[in-house]
């Protein structure tokens, strides 16, 4: 695999503040960026790919990517295409073991019919929902796993830069 290296570190504060200088035509914050991409396991399995299909668009910075995703794509021009392997902790994040709850059974509906990977939608303050995956349950309590299902993997990462508009719509 080809791995791209940034020249320098961009600071969450450039990130968030919009104040890294990028060249006109280069992958940026805050610029629109139209391209196709895949994910794949470390074994090369693939998770998602859009190759084959219509491209995608999104905002640099606006949330769409993950942090480590972006961190690959800045700087890359239209046509240009990148092929990294991105630990754990640039893509999904580690496992984390607190991120595991025993909740009482009575919290779940009775008719809910529970089996281990089931993977259910927990309402949270707001309208901020998290989903979590059934990892045990027996008649007093239900494990629930909040991890993303891919923290702790790394994450094989391709993308094929498009198109880069210099403002966002």
């Not at 990130?15 to 060249?23: A, D, I, K």
């Not at 610029?31 to 640099?60: D, W, Y």
């Not at 630990?87 to 709850?101: H, I, K, L, R, T």
């Not at 809910?112 to 995956?133: C, H, P, R, T």
């Amino acid at each position: 695999m080809t791995q791209r290296i940034a020249v320098r570190e961009i600071t969450t504060e450039e990130q968030e503040n919009n104040t890294v200088s990028f060249p006109a035509g280069v992958v940026a914050p805050g610029r629109k960026v139209t391209l196709n991409f895949s994910l794949a396991l470390e074994n090369n399995q693939q998770i998602s790919s859009n190759f084959g299909a219509s491209p995608v668009s999104c905002v640099m910075g606006d949330g769409s990517l993950l942090p480590g995703f972006e961190k690959v794509l800045y700087g890359m021009g239209a046509g240009e295409q990148c092929e990294v392997q991105l630990s754990s902790q640039e893509a999904f994040g580690d496992w984390n073991p607190d991120n595991v709850q025993q909740l009482p059974r009575f919290r779940f509906p009775p008719d809910l019919v529970l089996e281990k990977g089931l993977m259910i939608d927990f309402a949270g303050a707001g309208s901020y929902n998290q989903a979590g995956v059934v990892t045990q349950f027996d008649s007093a309590n239900v494990t629930v796993d909040f991890n993303h299902p891919l923290s702790g993997r790394s994450i094989n990462f391709v993308a094929h830069i498009h198109r880069i508009e210099e403002q966002a719509d």
